[in-house]
């Protein structure tokens, strides 16, 4: 992915000014940022959903998108959701996505309305449409919220296996948990990126 000098505002105060971000192929990154800083306007344009006052976003190869509000119909069950996706996705079939539901420990809630499932399940079903068509540039809003310790390190273990196998990984949260984890840190102040040393924070 490779974003060129991002310009945006509201009511003429700028929230982004020049930001820069070149994600290469096999990188797990992260942005961290206070609240207030940008991230939602920046994950607005990198998704696609608001266009940049100024500059360019360039994503090689499929896009996947999670976002932190998990975007589901309540009365449809995990399994249907899943369908409208491999059809919206062109998908042969469900493998990859059933692969990341066992990895999840989701498989078990397939025939469960969304409705029912709590936050941290629907966060799983979030994960999985956003990786069910093997994206090769993955953006991650927040990705284990309400997740337990077991699913948050599977989180871990899954985005660095996609990673090693050429995936571009960007994970986006306001606090910088397991940056040792990560091959890239950028801190989002003052509307623009600034690089950070991926410690533990």
Same mark, same amino acid.
């Given at each position: 992915m490779e974003v060129q000098s991002l310009y945006h505002g509201y009511h003429g105060r700028a929230v982004l000014r020049g930001v820069d971000l070149n994600l290469a192929p096999g990188v797990l990154a992260g942005i961290v940022g206070e609240n207030g800083a940008g991230k939602t306007t920046l994950l607005k344009i990198l998704a696609g959903e608001l266009? &940049?006052? @100024?500059?360019?976003?360039?994503h090689r190869g499929r896009f996947g998108y999670c976002p932190q509000e998990a975007v589901l119909n309540d009365a449809l069950t995990v399994r249907q959701h899943l369908e409208f996706f491999r059809? /919206?996705? +062109? %998908? &042969?079939d469900l493998r990859h996505a059933k692969g990341?539901? *066992? *990895? %999840?420990? =989701?498989?078990s809630y397939a025939d469960a309305p969304a409705g029912v499932l709590s936050g941290g399940t629907r966060q799983k079903l979030n994960l999985t449409l956003a990786l069910m068509h093997d994206p090769q540039v993955l953006l991650l809003d927040e990705p284990y919220q309400g997740f337990d310790w077991d699913t948050y390190q599977r989180f871990w273990e %899954? /985005?660095?296996? %996609?990673?090693?196998?050429g995936r571009s990984v960007l994970v986006v949260s306001h606090l910088a948990y397991d940056t040792r984890r990560l091959d890239e840190?950028?801190?989002?102040? +003052? +509307? @623009? =990126?600034h690089p950070e040393t991926a410690a533990m924070a």
């Amino acid at each position: 992915m490779e974003v060129q000098s991002l310009y945006h505002g509201y009511h003429g105060r700028a929230v982004l000014r020049g930001v820069d971000l070149n994600l290469a192929p096999g990188v797990l990154a992260g942005i961290v940022g206070e609240n207030g800083a940008g991230k939602t306007t920046l994950l607005k344009i990198l998704a696609g959903e608001l266009r &940049p006052h @100024q500059g360019s976003v360039r994503h090689r190869g499929r896009f996947g998108y999670c976002p932190q509000e998990a975007v589901l119909n309540d009365a449809l069950t995990v399994r249907q959701h899943l369908e409208f996706f491999r059809t /919206a996705f +062109g %998908l &042969p079939d469900l493998r990859h996505a059933k692969g990341i539901m *066992e *990895e %999840l420990r =989701l498989w078990s809630y397939a025939d469960a309305p969304a409705g029912v499932l709590s936050g941290g399940t629907r966060q799983k079903l979030n994960l999985t449409l956003a990786l069910m068509h093997d994206p090769q540039v993955l953006l991650l809003d927040e990705p284990y919220q309400g997740f337990d310790w077991d699913t948050y390190q599977r989180f871990w273990e %899954l /985005a660095a296996r %996609l990673s090693d196998a050429g995936r571009s990984v960007l994970v986006v949260s306001h606090l910088a948990y397991d940056t040792r984890r990560l091959d890239e840190l950028w801190r989002l102040d +003052g +509307g @623009q =990126l600034h690089p950070e040393t991926a410690a533990m924070a």
